[in-house]
């Protein structure tokens, strides 16, 4: 039976050796000290290496994972978020936070008709409190149109 | 009389009107947080770090705001284990044990009175005992030499992964990951890059409010699409609220009780809150003459773990600010808070900057007095905005946990960052793996190479200067207590069974 936590600690052990190998790259200057800037990256790295070990050889009892469609539902959040922080920069904070709001609306709640309003809501009422009331710098609309 | 006019000197600083206004917001959003299930003092004040630092608050003001927060989270987080049997956040567990029961039987009025007196109880006496041991601690701590400090960073990842966790190698495993993290960038001592892959972005190194929102908030998105939210519905119906005073005074006893066992759990880096409240439940249970009652509506299993908990909140402080070790995930984003201010804790703090402390402590003692006064009479107003669903509040909450990062650094680069921390959040929780010292490791993870480095400068590289003073030798021994003994104590304390409690809570 495959394990969550054994799959996760060989995940580590890649990432840890990726971790060393690349710490050993790392230039140092005429200037160091008797330690250096490698020794320190080289000590965390073994502490992965032993802790992913115990992990792949003593996994504890498995979580639910999620299957199927639920993994497409995560894998929309993800995006949405993704896109959302390549979004907000160009078009503006209402639009891009009413859809993102909105979809992830949708799914915790499963019904379209009140994920729009809370969207919409969400976006302009935060939009309020951060612009108006708070006085951060956030551009409500896409360059070019409108304030 | 030091104390007492340091303590005047803090007043006249928090005692204006301005800081006022911003205790008491501070106190109605962090009630509103620790209700909230999903949401615990920890992302609550990590969400509004960058807030408050894009609105250009100063230094005490931004120290008042958040720690009303900080205190107003953890007073919350038992209006829902009260009243949903949903812990607001996860110190707050305890209090379902007999809170919940309380409520069913329709004492739920009395319930929510007696834990608000208790937690007014626990972290009042645990700030004044801030007040009079953190001074204390801080002279000792002119003590500290490099290879001390870097003995107490090892025992605080010690205890806190010993403690916090159940699978020492998931710990440790937590706390590389997160110092790994904090390597990338420039290099202090030669200001070579290390680990950045040409990237500008990472030049700078992650930021550690990058981590702790993508870490506590975003990861609770995906949390919440799993469960679909289980919509929270209130259904206990709360009566007229009257102070049950005879209660008052059957429990006083359990309060004081748990407020002593609470205020050294907290003391102790990396017990924290959580710890505290369940000490504090256990011995008022073993002490109790009516041991059968509790677990079914005992005042006292209401009074002593909500005592504790806010007790250890105030005790997690006296490290944090005298050492700048945090002893529990809320410090370390409350020690967030001091680094992003350029305040840096330990013990010059209280020689160079005393104004910082003292208004601290002045605004912890302001903060509680008006927590006190909206958590007995106002509690309904907390109790209606409980109703808030879940597909309003968590896109809610995520799009603020955006808007903090976007204003702070306006890079696409760092959301995207924090999007990928909350997927390590999601996957780490689903493996039982502890989150927080992945955030002190990013914290703490230059200052323990620094200090690993200026030891090894100072001894010319000779390994046995970090075992060379006895308070060094002392630290040492504790982080390794600290680590293993848990293996050993958990087959002893085992947790009494919660009543069906929810998956989906944060680390204190």
């Known amino acids: ?147 | 009389m030091d104390t007492l006019a340091n303590l005047a000197m803090g007043m006249s600083i928090a005692l204006t009107p301005y800081t006022l206004l911003l205790a008491v917001i501070g106190c109605f959003v962090g009630t509103i947080i620790g209700a909230l299930p999903g949401l615990g003092p920890s992302n609550g004040v990590a969400l509004l770090i960058p807030i408050s630092f894009s609105m250009g608050l100063d230094a005490v003001s931004a120290l008042v705001l958040l720690t009303s927060v900080y205190y107003g989270a953890m007073y919350g987080g038992r209006i829902s284990s009260i009243l949903l049997n949903i812990p607001g956040d996860e110190p707050a567990m305890m209090t379902t044990l007999d809170g919940y029961p309380m409520a069913r039987q329709g004492k739920a009025a009395e319930a929510l009175v007696v834990s608000g007196v208790a937690s007014f109880v626990g972290a009042f006496l645990a700030t004044v005992g801030l007040m009079i041991f953190a001074p204390y601690l801080a002279r000792v701590a002119y003590q500290f030499g490099p290879a001390e400090y870097f003995a107490l960073y090892m025992l605080a990842f010690c205890t806190l992964g010993g403690i916090g966790s159940t699978n020492q190698a998931k710990a440790a495993m937590s706390a590389a990951i997160g110092l790994g993290i904090a390597m990338i960038g420039l290099d202090k001592t030669t200001g070579m890059p290390r680990f950045t892959f040409g990237e500008l972005h990472l030049m700078d190194g992650v930021d550690f409010l990058v981590a702790i929102v993508g870490l506590f908030a975003v990861a609770e998105i995906f949390h919440f699409i799993e469960s679909h939210g289980k919509d929270s519905a209130i259904s206990v119906k709360l009566g007229k609220i009257l102070v049950p005073w005879r209660m008052l005074r059957q429990t006083s006893g359990a309060m004081l009780r748990g407020t002593g066992i609470g205020f050294v759990a907290g003391v102790l880096p990396g017990a924290g809150a959580s710890l505290g409240s369940f000490l504090a439940y256990m011995a008022e249970k073993s002490v109790a003459k009516d041991k059968a009652s509790f677990g079914r509506g005992n005042p006292k299993g209401v009074a002593a773990p909500e005592a504790g908990n806010n007790a250890a909140a105030g005790g997690a402080l006296v490290p944090m600010l005298t050492l700048g070790v945090p002893g529990s995930g809320t410090t370390a984003v409350l020690l967030a808070l001091l680094l992003t201010l350029n305040i840096t804790p330990g013990p010059l703090l209280f020689a160079e900057r005393p104004e910082i402390v003292w208004s601290l402590i002045a605004s912890l003692l302001i903060a509680n007095v008006v927590l006190l006064v909206m958590n007995v009479p106002m509690v309904k107003v907390f109790v209606r905005i409980l109703s808030v669903p879940a597909w309003v509040l968590l896109p809610g909450v995520t799009m603020i946990a955006f808007v903090g990062i976007y204003s702070l650094t306006g890079s696409s680069f760092d959301m995207l960052m924090m999007v990928a921390f909350g997927v390590l959040g999601y996957v780490m929780r689903k493996l039982g793996m502890p989150t927080v010292p992945v955030i002190l490791g990013i914290l703490l993870g230059n200052a323990m190479e620094d200090n690993l480095r200026r030891a090894m400068v100072l001894s010319n590289g000779d390994w046995t200067y970090l075992f060379s003073s006895p308070i060094a030798i002392g630290l040492w021994t504790a982080a390794v207590l600290g680590f293993v003994a848990p293996i050993f104590l958990r087959r002893l304390l085992k947790k009494p069974a919660m009543p069906e409690t929810d998956p989906t809570l944060n680390e204190d």
């Open chain 1, 1 to 147: 039976m495959i394990k969550g936590d054994r799959i996760f600690g060989a995940f580590m052990m890649v990432v840890a050796l990726g971790y060393i190998l690349n710490a050993r790259g790392i230039q140092t200057s005429f200037m160091s000290d008797p330690v250096g800037p490698r020794l320190f990256p080289y000590l965390v790295g073994a502490v992965v290496m032993i802790a992913a070990l115990v992990m792949v050889l003593r996994p504890d009892p498995d979580e639910e994972w999620p299957a199927g469609p639920m993994v497409g539902q995560l894998g929309l959040a993800l995006a949405v978020l993704a896109g959302y922080a390549y979004a907000i920069t160009p078009l503006g904070f209402l639009i891009p936070t009413a859809i993102a709001a909105g979809v992830l609306s949708w799914q915790i709640g499963g019904n379209p008709r009140r994920s729009v309003l809370a969207g919409v809501g969400l976006s302009v009422g935060l939009f309020l409190l951060f612009r108006v009331l708070l006085g951060l710098g956030l551009k409500a609309l896409p360059a070019g149109m409108g304030f």
